[in-house]
Nanobody, 125 residues
Framework: QVQLVESGGGLVQPGGSLRLSCAASGFTLDEYAIGWFRQAPGKEREGVSCISSSDGSTYYADSVKGRFTISRDDAKNTAYLQVNSLKPEDTAVYYC??????????????????WGQGTQVTVSS
């Protein structure tokens, strides 16, 4: 079965960290660009970060630059999003998504065609 499964979310205090994982099954990740997105209640989906398949180039939204790090381990068929220095405004459901592409990755969710179910990140004291 072709799917993405996120994990690693949870409740964390401001300033804390989490590592989100995105495990792929039914296909191999190495030829896919990977994106991480988030959606908070009442807000539009936001492209947080992405990583290309070809050269590993990355993108970060200004809101997370310097705090979040995207990575991929194609041998494990898994992508990661390390989220540090969390703020209450980072609270959202985080989704990973993939698209078969060798171009630079895009933060536009409309370009991705397979999505995970999401993992909740709540930042609160």
């Amino acid at each position: 079965q072709v799917q993405l499964v996120e994990s690693g979310g949870g409740l964390v205090q401001p300033g804390g960290s989490l590592r989100l994982s995105c495990a792929a099954s039914g296909f191999t990740l190495d030829e896919y660009a990977i994106g991480w997105f988030r959606q908070a209640p009442g807000k539009e989906r936001e492209g947080v970060s992405c990583i290309s398949s070809s050269d590993g180039s990355t993108y970060y939204a200004d809101s997370v630059k310097g705090r979040f790090t995207i990575s991929r381990d194609d041998a494990k068929n898994t992508a990661y999003l390390q989220v540090n220095s969390l703020k209450p405004e980072d609270t959202a459901v985080y989704y990973c998504a993939v698209v078969y592409s060798f171009r630079s990755c895009s933060p536009d969710g409309n370009e991705y065609d397979l999505w995970g179910q999401g993992t909740q990140v709540t930042v609160s004291s």
